[in-house]
């Protein structure tokens, strides 16, 4: 199948499943999150941040960080990749940015909407990446955080799936020339865990964790967007008492 074919396929697959969810009472996919801010958008967006849990953090805790670089964050706590693949037109190509940041999965591993294979994950983000290529928008993906446990799935063992779904991913971004945030490298300890002061819950980013991710983030996309690191805004780093 061409890349085209593939596409357009994609497309109405997104558009089957986005139709079939709006016709039930429950916004399964959370449409409504971003509805009216993505009408209301004003001025340029360079980069859309897709995401759960942590992106919608990262954005209550530095907020400057989005709006002074002209990034979006897309975040819904909780989603997983293919509710993320059914809003990735509304909240990402509509917005028509220059690069759309992966940063999501946890979710996934976590089953939070039932079973899935890392191959299915894997199918659904690189859904998201041609969706994205096919309208000229750049991809740049964040690995899934480190993480030994869940709070709310305490049966699950997280740790091999993780690290199979990090390594799927590292070996798709090379293939496509992708770049690849490793932020589960950066943060994990010994155990494979996401220790303070970069965690508060060992799944989710303090405010100070997060200006670590920020250097990452910036560096890669520095080289996407042909500007210098400097020219970003940085959030201040201030080590939190524990």
Not at 116 to 126: G, K, L
Not at 179 to 198: G, I, Q
Request: one cysteine or more; hydrophobic letters at 40%; charged letters at 25%.
């Amino acid at each position: 199948m061409t890349t085209l074919k593939r596409v357009l396929a994609l497309a109405i697959i997104t558009f089957a499943i986005s139709f079939t969810i709006s016709g039930q009472t429950k916004d399964w996919a959370k449409f409504s999150r971003y509805a009216e801010k993505n009408t209301i958008q004003t001025g340029k967006v360079d980069v859309v941040f897709m995401g759960d849990s942590n992106t919608e953090i990262w954005y209550r805790d530095h907020p400057a960080f989005f709006d002074n670089n002209a990034f979006a964050a897309r975040g819904i706590s909780g989603q997983t990749t293919a509710e993320m693949l059914c809003r990735f037109r509304p909240d990402v190509i509509e917005l028509k940015p220059k690069v759309v940041v992966f940063c999501g999965g946890t979710n996934d591993v976590a089953q939070n909407i039932g079973y899935i294979s890392v191959d299915n994950i894997m199918d659904n983000i690189q859904s998201m990446y041609e969706l994205a290529k096919y309208n000229g928008i750049k991809f740049v993906i964040i690995s899934i955080h480190p993480s030994a446990g869940f709070s709310w799935r305490k049966d699950l063992n997280p740790i091999p799936m993780i690290q199979e779904c990090n390594a799927r991913l590292k070996e798709f971004a090379k293939a496509n020339k992708i770049p690849f945030v490793d932020s589960y490298t950066k943060f994990a300890d010994e155990t494979y865990a996401f220790p303070k002061p970069y965690s508060y819950d060992g799944v989710h980013f303090t405010s100070y964790g997060f200006t670590f991710l920020e250097d990452m983030v910036i560096e890669a996309l520095a080289k996407e967007l042909k500007k210098k690191k400097g020219d970003f805004y940085k959030s201040p780093s201030e080590k939190p008492a524990l």
